[in-house]
């Protein structure tokens, strides 16, 4: 049997379907699309809406057919460039406008369109898309990412007017105190000198904190040369610059990876992670295991030592700017030594995480490509979709907390 003509403008072609005849008209109605047929020249009009269409713009089917009626919906400042489209494209093309909808509101539709012909006649079909949710979702990471940079620009500003301008004077003070305990000598006292070591403990705090807040915001900012790095020598290096043979105990594989990486960063990394193992060691020498392994395009190193370990509360905290878990006085460290970590790490496109050591101290993991591609910029940008994925891991974490 073949089904009835429909009674609507919906086009009545039949398409066969185990022996009966299924009307396109039907097919439309099913699928909630919006489709339109439109005429073609420098005043287009719709021939044809189908009933998604007529949902999407909230009127009537006899008002959008109306002549005039399409022109009249798009909004006044997308007018002009959207007859544009419709009047040049030969064969197909796409848009983007703003219509007005039956409830006041202006919404983003995305039209996409292609020359059809019927007979003689020639006209254009297409579907709409509202796409207004796809927009403002942009337009507002657009404008969180214009905040993160200027917050970004502010702290480098602030880090290079601070390490240059108040190391000179801070500097001054730590001579001054100097100079004031050697002339004043025995009429000091130890209650004097206790006081001259702790300002002088607190001028080196000071300039370690504005020395660790300039290579914080150098980063991503220095132009840097990848070149072939062989972990396990670059590591000998780290413990001959900082001093730690006699501090650390170190056990590693018998190979260590050869990355093709940028030198520095990978090496203050290790400096970093490598140092805090001594400093807050409370029975040195402390015994630091480290250990690899091939993820991909990564490579994954665990650093682990057996000191008095991090409570995993603060396994956040920790990576803060500024933040120690022991009092000020006992530990005269600037408190970026891990977030100068982490973002070395994430720039170079990995990872880095805590969890515990058995049967005490901390394990510290983190990833780090075999192959270098993080290329700075001149302004050194975070490039859209590192911070789209960046947003995306946030707010991944933040629905972890909360789970």
């Known amino acids: 049997m073949k089904a009835t003509e429909p009674q609507s403008t919906e086009t009545a072609q039949a398409l066969p379907f185990s022996g009966e005849e299924i009307p396109l008209s039907q097919i439309v109605a099913a699928t909630n699309a919006a489709i339109y047929a439109r005429s073609e020249g420098e005043h287009p009009a719709y021939l044809f809406v189908s009933e998604g269409a007529v949902r999407l713009f909230g009127y009537r089917r006899e008002l959008l057919l109306r002549p005039g ?15 544009l489209a419709f009047s040049t494209s030969p064969d197909f093309g796409t848009a983007e406008y703003r219509i007005l909808h039956a409830d006041g509101t202006f919404r983003w539709l995305r039209d996409q369109w292609q020359r059809s012909e019927s007979g003689t006649k020639t006209f254009f079909a297409g579907t709409l ?6 927009r403002e979702t942009s337009a507002l990471l657009e404008r969180e990412t214009r905040q993160h940079m200027r917050a970004k620009r502010d702290l480098e500003q602030f880090a290079h007017v601070a390490s240059h301008d108040l190391r000179a004077p801070l500097l001054a003070i730590g001579t001054l105190a100097e100079w004031l305990e050697t002339d004043l000598g025995p ?35 220095v132009k840097i040369s990848p070149e072939t790095v062989d972990v396990k020598e670059l590591i000998e290096e780290v413990l001959d610059l900082a001093d ?5 105990t170190l056990v590693t594989p018998k190979e ?3 990355l093709f990486t940028a030198r520095l960063p990978l090496k203050r990394v290790f400096l970093g992670l490598l140092g805090n193992c001594a400093r807050h060691h409370d029975a040195l020498p402390a015994r630091v295991t480290i250990e690899t392994r091939s993820i991909g395009e990564y490579d994954e190193f665990t650093i682990a030592d057996d000191g008095p ?95």
């Not at 898309?129 to 796809?134: E, F, I, K, N, R």
């Open 69 to 83: 009626a399409l022109e009249e919906l798009i909004h006044e400042d997308d007018r002009a460039a959207a007859t």
């Open 129 to 134: 898309v509202d796409v207004s949710s796809l």
């Open 187 to 221: 009429t000091v006292g130890e209650e004097g000198h206790e006081q001259m070591r702790l300002l002088r403990g607190r001028v080196q705090r000071m300039d370690r904190l504005l020395s660790d807040l300039l290579e914080y915001a150098k980063v991503g900012r």
């Open 244 to 248: 730690l043979e006699t501090s650390v």
């Open 256 to 258: 260590l990876p050869s």
């Open 309 to 403: 370990g991090i409570p995993p509360e603060f396994y956040d905290r920790v990576f803060e700017m500024f933040q120690t878990l022991k009092p000020r006085d006992a530990n005269e460290g600037s408190g970026m030594g891990l977030t100068l970590v982490r973002r070395l790490i994430e720039w170079s496109g990995g990872r880095i995480a805590l969890s515990p050591n058995t049967p005490r101290g901390v394990v510290v993991t983190f990833s780090w490509p075999k192959v270098w591609k993080a290329i700075p910029t001149a302004s050194g940008s975070i490039p859209r979709m590192a911070i789209a994925k960046a947003l995306k891991d946030e707010k991944s974490t933040r629905e972890e907390k909360g789970s």
